[in-house]
Each structure stands twice: as C-alpha cells, then as structure tokens.
C-alpha cells in the first residue's frame, strides 16, 4: 500500500487539523464539521495528481482551449455516519463521481474494550473497473476500511483503489497494509502513534460523529 501523509509538508492543512482537535473549538459543530469538508477538498487535490488524464479540446468564446482532463470513472463511498463531512469535501473536488454509502459501527458485547465491525446498510453501484475512493475520517484500527471493502466486494473489481482518512493511527496503517495490494494508496491527513484500550486514536481528537452529529445512545 503506498502511503500519502500530508503532515509531511506543512501546509494549511495543519490549521485545520488544530481545530479539529481543539477541545474548545470542537464545542462549535458547525465549524467541526465545515474543516472535515476542508481537509476533504485538500484530500482530493492532492489524490487527483494520480488519476488519469487525456488533452481534450473546449470551445470558448473567442477560440480553442487544450487542456489535460481527468478519465477516471469515480465511485465515492464513505462509511456512516462520520464520513458525511467527508464524503460532501471529496465530491466538491470530484462532483460527476458516482457515490455509495454504508453503514458499519463497532458492536461492544460483554466487554466493553472489544468490538467487532457490523456493516448494515450499503447503497452502491457498480465498482467494475472503476476507481474506488473509501472514506473514513478517524482510521483507527482499520477494521472498518476492511470490513466496508469485504461488502463492497459483490459489486464488482474496482481498477484502483484510493483510501482517504483525515487522522489515523500507526497500527491502523499497519493493519490496512495487510488487506490491501501495493496498487492501492491511502491519502491521509496526519498519522498518529498509537491507540488506546478502547481502540481510539491518541492523542487524535474523539468521537468524529458526534462531534460532527451530536452525541448517541449505544445499544
């Protein structure tokens, strides 16, 4: 898997990722979710340098214009409810993809520091051949990229695939490296080291849903 960590550079990519994790600033949800979308447009541009493009002709008022333009067939999917913000960023930047979306949450049973990935609800269209984008803000263990892509399965063989989180965790990035081919690639806004007993990101920021959405009752 080859792996794209925006952090590398600085950038104004940064200050939207303070933000993000800023205790204070989190308490406006409007504005946590509005740098999510951000970090998602910055996501895109930067993963549209790989895609696949071809000079195409457009007329203007006054004469012809050449330009490279993009191929490739785009199917966006982000995982509920968190992707939301994410998902609106990405296709700002890739407005004619098609999208998916799909449900997949951590079930606690008896202990409540072990979960396992329940996907329920996908809407997709056909993946065949195309190019598919799978979103997921927090990329903590990486289960949840695993367990959305084993369902996305039935809907054909994508031709690459792109992996898109705003923060992740080391053993997350680790774990996705074993369930995915080198073609694939994982854009990435900031890499964390590590994750707690409960599986999340440290120091990373918290619940991106409900920051995002408000808080929820757990079942």
Known sequence: MEIHDLS???SILNSFLSELRDVNIQRDAMRFRRNIERIGEILAYEMSKSLNYRSENTQTPLGTSSAKLPQNE????SILRAGIPLHNGLLNYFDRAENAFISAYRQHKDNPETFEIVVEYLACPSLENKTLILADPMLATGQSM?????ALKAFGTPKDIHLISVIGAKPGVNFLKKHFGKHTKLWIG???DKLNEKGYIIPGLGDAGDLAFGAKLQH
Not at 74 to 77: D, F, G, Q, S, T
Not at 146 to 150: G, K, L, M, R
């Open 74 to 77: 785009i199917v966006l999917c």
């Open 8 to 10: 590398k550079q600085n």
């Open 146 to 150: 695993v367990a959305t892509f084993e």
């Open 190 to 192: 900031t890499i964390d």
